[in-house]
């Protein structure tokens, strides 16, 4: 079915436009597993380092397996070398209650992100975090 492109003396929505900017876009879901240490150290839990203009809308944590409140962070190297706060958030406290999924949106860019996770208190083992995400080229 051809795409509808509005004509002059027609109103572009901002429905049309992104109709026509995602129309043909693939994009590769991934799953995996992060292992989260016992101990109550900041660690790089996941880092994402594209090669080109890369969508990321939204990575799941999947934080059933965490037994104390865990300090998830958000990092961007914004200069291309520093990695910098962005966000910061406390599972469960500043999420729904009895949510054990946390998504963690980002945004369209070419440049390294991470995502720390910091335990208040020793888990006493490490813990399993699946997670999931769905990326696109945007090159």
């Given at each position: 079915m051809p795409l509808h492109?509005?004509?002059?003396g027609e109103r572009v929505t901002?429905?049309?436009i992104w109709t026509y900017a995602t129309r043909n876009l693939t994009g590769i879901e991934a799953t995996g597993t992060i292992?989260?240490?016992?101990?109550?150290g900041e660690e790089d839990s996941l880092e994402i380092s594209p090669a080109e203009l890369i969508d990321y809308p939204i990575i799941l944590l999947d934080m059933n397996a965490l037994t104390q409140d865990t300090t998830i962070r958000t990092y961007i190297k914004i200069d291309d070398t520093n990695y910098r706060l962005i966000s910061?958030?406390?599972f469960p406290t500043d999420f729904p209650?009895?949510?054990k999924g946390v998504p963690i949106e980002l945004y369209p860019m070419?440049?390294?992100?991470k995502i720390t996770l910091q335990s208040g208190v020793t888990e006493g083992v490490s813990r399993d975090i699946p997670f999931r995400h769905v990326r696109r080229s945007l090159a």
């Open positions: 492109i509005p004509t002059l901002e429905a049309d292992a989260h240490p016992a101990g109550v910061s958030a406390v209650t009895n949510a070419s440049v390294d992100w």
